[in-house]
C-alpha cells in the first residue's frame, strides 16, 4: 500500500510563506510522478504543481508560477511545495497525490490514484 502524509498547512497572512511537505511510503516511487492539487470550498480541485521522482524540471499552473517551488528529496521520500508571496486566493485545502499509472506530470485528478488526506491552508487578507 501507498501512503502519502502532508503536513505543514496553516493560517498565513497575505504575503507570507508556508511549506507543505509530502511523505510517500509504501512503495518504490523512482518512476512517478508526484503532484500537488488544492480544493477550495465550492470549487473542483485543481491542479497545483508536479515534478518526477526521476528528474526533471517541475511544471506549474500558470497562477502560482514565480510564488511556489516544488522540490523532492528522494532519500526521504518527501515531496515539498514552498509557497511564498501567498495571497487569499490560495485558500484550500492541499493535497498530495502520486500518478503510478501515466507517466509524466498530469493535470487532471482522475489520473492519480493515492492520495493524501489533505493539509489546509488559510491566507488572510
Known amino acids: 500500500q501507498v501512503q502519502l502524509v502532508e503536513s505543514g498547512g496553516g493560517l498565513v497572512q497575505a504575503g507570507g510563506s508556508l511549506r507543505l511537505s509530502c511523505a510517500a511510503s509504501?512503495?518504490?516511487?523512482?518512476?512517478?510522478?508526484m503532484a500537488w492539487f488544492r480544493q477550495a470550498p465550492g470549487k473542483e480541485r485543481e491542479f497545483v504543481g508536479g515534478i518526477m521522482w526521476s528528474g526533471g524540471s517541475p511544471y506549474y499552473v500558470d497562477s502560482v508560477k514565480g510564488r511556489f517551488t516544488i522540490s523532492r528529496d528522494n532519500a526521504k521520500n518527501t515531496v515539498y511545495l514552498q509557497m511564498n508571496s501567498l495571497k487569499p486566493e490560495d485558500t484550500a485545502v492541499y493535497y498530495c497525490?502520486?500518478?503510478?499509472?501515466?507517466?509524466?506530470?498530469?493535470?487532471?485528478?482522475?489520473?492519480?490514484?493515492?492520495w493524501g488526506q489533505g493539509t489546509q491552508v488559510i491566507v488572510s487578507s
Open positions: 509504501g512503495r518504490t516511487f523512482s518512476r512517478y510522478a
Open positions: 497525490a502520486a500518478n503510478t499509472r501515466v507517466f509524466g506530470v498530469t493535470t487532471s485528478p482522475a489520473t492519480y490514484d493515492y
